[in-house]
Nanobody, 124 residues
Framework: QVQLVESGGGLVQAGGSLRLSCVASRGTFSDYGMGWFRQSPGKEREFVALVSTNGANTYYRDSVKGRFTISRDNAKNTLYLQMSDLKPEDTAVYYC?????????????????WGQGTPVTVSS
């Protein structure tokens, strides 16, 4: 089992930027695809982005394409989410997770070892 710890969240004005980090311990980080999800109050957790094991392939939900960039540093066991041009609707708790199944990349059931989350608040 992999332990994941997110950081980097905070309060930012609309149009601003933040970089989230997710550090993994235990297990072999480079063996797994890694994803970012988010959850707003009263809403279901939703997929944000996925990166393949070597970082060569990335996938995003439509609403963040062109604004968010997912990346990873396998030497540091760290996953990143660079967020730019943030909007109030990006406000949520952001979670990282390890991909453990194949198929639809936005299916929460295909992920495991969720971190505790880091909150992001975007003010208008």
């Amino acid at each position: 089992q992999v332990q994941l710890v997110e950081s980097g969240g905070g309060l930012v004005q609309a149009g601003g930027s933040l970089r989230l980090s997710c550090v993994a311990s235990r297990g072999t980080f480079s063996d797994y695809g890694m994803g970012w999800f988010r959850q707003s109050p009263g809403k279901e957790r939703e997929f944000v982005a996925l990166v393949s094991t070597n970082g060569a392939n990335t996938y995003y939900r439509d609403s963040v394409k062109g604004r968010f960039t997912i990346s990873r540093d396998n030497a540091k066991n760290t996953l990143y989410l660079q967020m730019s041009d943030l909007k109030p609707e990006d406000t949520a708790v952001y979670y990282c997770a390890r991909r453990v199944g194949s198929g639809t990349y936005d299916d929460l059931l295909k992920y495991s070892d969720w971190g505790q989350g880091t909150p992001v608040t975007v003010s208008s």
